[in-house]
């Protein structure tokens, strides 16, 4: 990180007012009108800080607590009530989800509108173009009208342009989670490249992305800066905070025995139990919301020998799951079928954060069962992965499902799919201890061979 100083902001407040009538706004604006009723509300307060170049500076806070506020502000969109924001570079921002979009005009034809209103010629426009469709990576779409596009597609879109057009500092807001898993994977990797040259302040409540790419985290509260620090205190403060005064609905923890539902209990007493016993007693749970298989999904390749057909989380009756709690015993059942004589299958999962890295797995070379049996060209392979889903922090988190032909290390790709499911953590758990992964069991059955 260089020292030179890309932005400073100082003393920033803001004030909002709101009228009882419109018109008593409108007739405020005349020359030497006043005294209109209204009331203030300031959404920013006295908010000071610098931005060094090649850093990066996350802004967590709850609802309302000024976050888009102080970008705008930072962008120049919003003018302010007092103190000054000092910009040595070019900014670019992604506020609002199709922000600077014009929805009638294709996403091929917005390209060149926002990336000129960035200040790129049509020359380095058309240089650029391809890398931002593929950044993208909405396929036809780029050729239809922006109305027709999902938030996701918008998103996509905008962060790919702002992505190219050369800026100093780059301001997120939220947009990302909107995004998919993969996208947002993708976003993150971006930023990390970019903040190696330039500087960059993303408003997220993932906190676990923000204490991954930020340098610093300012944590807003009321408009007023709460504490601006090292990403991991800060947002570790701040998580606690939430935590004493979010009252959290909870799916039901006891049975109609008043037994624990999850595997764990709070009665248990000892070492890692006790543990987990705490977490438990403190009413909070991690809930994960599940998506449904897209066997379309990008990211998928293969030899295509063989297709995954069906990937879904169920619970131990067989019952597809949409949301799971953390600590829940769940089955992942992967089904596949084989068209041509397959030697030696395997199915295997793994279960990546948005950054990537890989937080469990298994296949099925490695499980209880042994190794599975040559299968005929037509034949289904059924396997369901048995474990605890761990409590996740917030976040996205995708499940890769592949199957091969071949052994642990040597082995030939039939058909991966690298987004099957994607798992959105809504709660963070608030105890890092409890996560991890207690694989039960896992079993191979082939029809049809
Ligand atoms: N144009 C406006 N007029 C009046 N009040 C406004 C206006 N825009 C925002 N506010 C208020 O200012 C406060 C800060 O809003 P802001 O959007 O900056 O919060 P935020 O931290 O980004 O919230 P969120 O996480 O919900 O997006 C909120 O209480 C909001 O209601």
């Known amino acids: ?20 009538r419109p018109r008593d706004r409108l007739l405020q604006m005349l020359p030497l009108a006043h005294g209109f009723p209204c009331r203030e509300f300031r959404a920013l307060e006295n908010v000071s800080f610098e931005m060094n170049r090649g850093e990066a500076i996350g802004v967590v806070g709850r609802k309302g607590a000024g976050k888009s506020t102080l970008l705008q502000l930072i962008c120049t969109t919003l003018s302010p009530t007092s103190g000054s924001v000092f910009v040595n570079g070019r900014v670019a921002a992604l506020l609002e989800f199709g922000a600077g979009f014009n929805p009638r005009l294709t996403g091929r034809e917005n390209v060149y509108m926002v990336a000129t209103l960035h200040g790129l010629g049509k020359d380095e426009i058309d240089q650029r173009f391809s890398a931002i469709a593929a950044f993208a990576d909405i396929g036809g779409f780029m050729e239809q009208p922006v109305s027709t596009y999902s938030k996701g597609m918008h998103v996509r879109l905008a962060f790919a342009v702002i992505a190219h057009v050369d800026a100093d500092i780059l301001l997120i807001d939220e947009v990302l989670a909107i995004a998919d898993g993969c996208f947002v994977e993708r976003c993150l990797r971006f930023l990390h490249g970019f903040k190696q040259r330039n500087s960059v302040i993303v408003v997220s409540d993932d906190t676990a992305a923000i204490i ?5 985290v300012i944590w807003l509260d009321r408009g007023t800066r709460r504490q601006l620090g090292e990403p991991g205190a800060v947002c570790g403060a701040y998580r606690d905070d939430l935590a004493v005064s979010t009252k959290v609905g909870r799916r039901s923890d006891t049975d109609e025995e008043g037994q624990p539902s999850t595997p764990f209990g709070p009665g248990v007493s000892s070492g890692p139990a006790r543990r987990i016993g705490e977490i438990n007693a403190r009413g909070l749970v991690a809930d994960l919301q599940v998506f449904r ?3 379309g999904a990008s990211g998928t390749f293969g030899g295509w020998e063989a297709r995954i057909v069906r990937v879904g989380l169920n619970d131990l009756a067989g019952v597809g799951l949409t949301w799971v709690s953390g600590g829940e015993r769940v089955a992942l059942r992967v089904e596949a079928q084989v068209h ?3 030697e ?3 199915i295997g999962f793994s279960v990546k954060d948005s950054l990537g890295q890989t937080l469990f797995g298994d296949h099925v070379c490695t499980g209880p069962m042994g190794k599975p049996g040559a299968a005929a060209a037509g034949a289904w392979l ?11 922090a917030r976040g996205d988190y995708v499940i890769q499902v592949a199957i091969a032909d071949g052994e642990r290390n040597d082995h030939r790709q039939l058909h991966w799919c690298d987004e099957a499911l994607l798992i959105r953590s809504h709660h963070d758990p608030l105890a ?9 069991d896992n079993g191979l059955n082939m029809g049809g061979l």
């Open 344 to 346: 030696r299958p395997v």
């Open 382 to 392: 059924t396997v369901e992965f048995e474990f605890l889903m761990p409590r996740l």
């Open 212 to 216: 991954d790419l930020c340098d610093r």
């Open 340 to 342: 041509v004589q397959t």
């Open 293 to 295: 298989f897209d066997p």
């Open 1 to 20: 990180m260089s020292s030179e100083i890309v932005l400073c902001v100082e003393g920033l407040s803001k004030c909002y007012r709101s009228y009882g």
């Open 432 to 440: 890092e201890e409890a996560r991890g992964i207690a694989l039960v």
